[in-house]
């Protein structure tokens, strides 16, 4: 498993949660494909295979140190009979390097380094290019203290949905330049395991559907659907359908953590 970024050879510092669903992300991976994720420290990122090795010359070289060749072990042989202080000096020159300490930047500040978002506070996903709509949106999760996170394309979106637990998830049905069935982040959600997927509020917005009507928001995978025009009544509608949803799924969400499904 990585432990240093191979871009900045800082520490990663992943926690048994991270570790794990990395692991099962790999595991997941179709083959011939990738894992990426931002470095929490440098933000390049990382790709992984699914064997969770990287193609990266800098990932190998922080983890395994280079070899001696048979003629250079002879010299330090030599070199250690005739003189213990290079000898020693030729030792140190062949150790890997160790590993740079971690970074605590982050302490001065009060907010951890490595992740924008904190645990154990509910968030959400917002998936919506238009600037005016995502501000309306945006201060609506914040004002119902939701944690927001704004991708910047596809593909972040869906690595992170990988590693990290949303609450609610907006997305627009016209984000990707083509129809709704066929986007990538829509098919994500479409196929993802039932045991994640019926904790996320999926919310479709678009100039086609009929805000709040269920028989739209059943054909299209969705909790809910919202026209674009109702969107500056975000807020209200937030709250009726928190109200609607514990009423509808409270008892049988509580029902399967006590069997242990949740």
């Not at 395994?64 to 072990?73: A, K, R």
């Not at 909790?223 to 009423?247: A, G, H, P, Q």
Request: glycine fraction near 4%; charge should be neutral; hydrophobic fraction near 35%.
């Amino acid at each position: 498993m990585i432990s240093a970024c191979p871009h900045c050879s800082q520490n990663l510092n992943l926690s048994d949660a991270n570790r794990e669903r990395i692991v099962t992300a790999l595991s997941k991976l179709p083959q011939g494909q990738t894992l990426k994720f931002k470095c929490p420290i440098c933000k390049e990122v990382i790709e992984l295979n699914s064997d969770g090795s990287t193609s990266t010359t800098a990932a190998a070289n922080l983890s395994m140190p280079q070899p001696h060749t048979e003629s250079g072990s002879a010299n330090i042989k030599a070199e250690e009979k005739t003189s213990p202080q290079k000898y020693a000096n030729a030792i140190a020159v062949n150790l890997p390097t160790p590993p740079n300490p971690p970074d605590i930047s982050w302490l001065m500040s009060g907010s951890n380094a490595d992740s924008n978002l904190v645990e154990n506070v509910k968030t959400a996903m917002v998936i919506v290019a238009d600037q005016s709509m995502q501000n309306i949106i945006s201060e609506a999760l914040k004002t119902d203290l939701y944690q927001v996170y704004i991708p910047q394309n596809i593909e972040e979106a869906i690595n992170s949905l990988r590693f990290k637990d949303y609450a609610i998830i907006i997305y627009h049905s016209r984000y990707e330049d083509k129809p709704l069935k066929n986007q990538d982040f829509h098919k994500f959600i479409q196929q993802m395991s039932m045991q994640k997927r019926r904790y996320i509020y999926y919310i479709l917005i678009g100039p086609e559907f009929r805000t709040l009507y269920d028989l739209e928001a059943l054909a299209t995978s969705a909790n809910v659907v919202i026209n674009d025009r109702e969107i500056k009544f975000f807020s209200t509608i937030l709250t009726k359908l928190k109200s609607d949803y514990k009423k509808l799924f409270g008892a049988y969400l509580s029902m399967l953590k006590e069997h242990g499904k949740g």
